[in-house]
């Protein structure tokens, strides 16, 4: 092959990936550049719906359970309260706080339940806030861990020291353990399958064992994301009568056990 050929042949061997990444770089680049930039305006566009919003919260008493929460952290120390954020999981730290508080207000004689534990981000809270208690009643987590997320889970629970401080695992499935539960319930944190189906067998395995004026968080039963979880909640909101709901806090309703 002449001389000339062989460098023109180099040259595109390895000119041309080069110029063609350069390209997609440049190409991807733009495509980023807009799509921040479209998320940039979108978020400039949404700002005032979100300020209204925001300030209508202010003045909503639905939202009271949610300012008294902001007060939960201000009873945990500095070292524990760092921990507990630090824990990876799906829930925000405003409906931690929430789900806490609602642990201080349940009533006594019964256990604090779990359905979805994932990583123990909130499993950690639950755990905080139950030893806040005079009672200081058991913390029953149940979740499969299919999800492969039982040594994380793992993680959080010898980190935390939660074992030693109150917390009962159950590796299984909702479902499956509702059938056989018979404890009585202080406060129900439902976060586990989000199919409709499931959410029913929870509701209707669980809910019976909760205990006069105890309490129940349903997440990811309001706000428009999950139909099947707020479909399965209304219709037993419904049809049950021996419940009220207390508030319904962005994506988490809130209910007492009245009857
Ligand atoms: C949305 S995540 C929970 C997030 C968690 N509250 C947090 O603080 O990050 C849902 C969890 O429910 C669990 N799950 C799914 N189906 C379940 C079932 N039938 N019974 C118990 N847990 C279930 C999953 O394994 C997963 O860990």
């Not at 008294?68 to 990876?88: F, H, S, W």
């Not at 309703?253 to 009857?259: E, K, P, T």
Request: with cysteine; glycine share 8%.
């Amino acid at each position: 092959m002449p001389h000339g050929l062989d460098r023109l042949s180099l040259g595109r061997t390895l000119g041309v990936p080069w110029i063609t990444v350069g390209i997609n770089a440049v190409l991807v680049g733009t495509m980023t550049n807009t799509r921040s930039a479209r998320r940039i305006a979108q978020n400039i566009a949404r700002l005032p719906i979100r300020t209204a919003c925001s300030i209508a919260r202010r003045f909503d008493s639905n939202y009271d359970l949610e300012r008294q929460a902001k007060a939960l952290p201000e009873r945990i120390g500095a070292q524990r309260l760092a921990q507990l954020r630090a824990i990876p999981g799906c829930c925000s730290e405003r409906e931690c706080r929430l789900v806490a508080h609602l642990v201080t207000m349940a009533p006594s004689g019964g256990e604090i339940v779990e359905i979805g534990a994932f990583k123990g981000r909130v499993t950690g809270w639950l755990i905080e806030a139950a030893q806040m208690r005079p009672d200081r009643p058991v913390v029953a987590s149940v979740d499969p861990h299919g999800w492969g997320t039982r040594a994380d889970f793992e993680k959080t629970v010898a980190d935390l020291g939660l074992a030693e401080r109150g917390l009962r695992v159950h590796y299984a499935d909702s479902r499956e353990l509702g059938r056989t539960w018979s404890k009585p319930i202080i406060f129900l944190w439902i976060d586990g399958s989000h199919e409709y189906d499931d959410v029913r067998q929870d509701i209707d395995n669980f809910t019976p064992h909760v205990v006069r004026e105890g309490l129940i968080a349903f997440d990811d039963s309001a706000g428009g994301t999950f139909p099947d979880v707020e479909r399965a909640v209304a219709e037993w909101e419904a049809a049950s009568g021996a419940y009220k709901r207390i508030a319904t806090l962005r994506n988490v309703s809130v209910f007492r056990r009245i009857a």
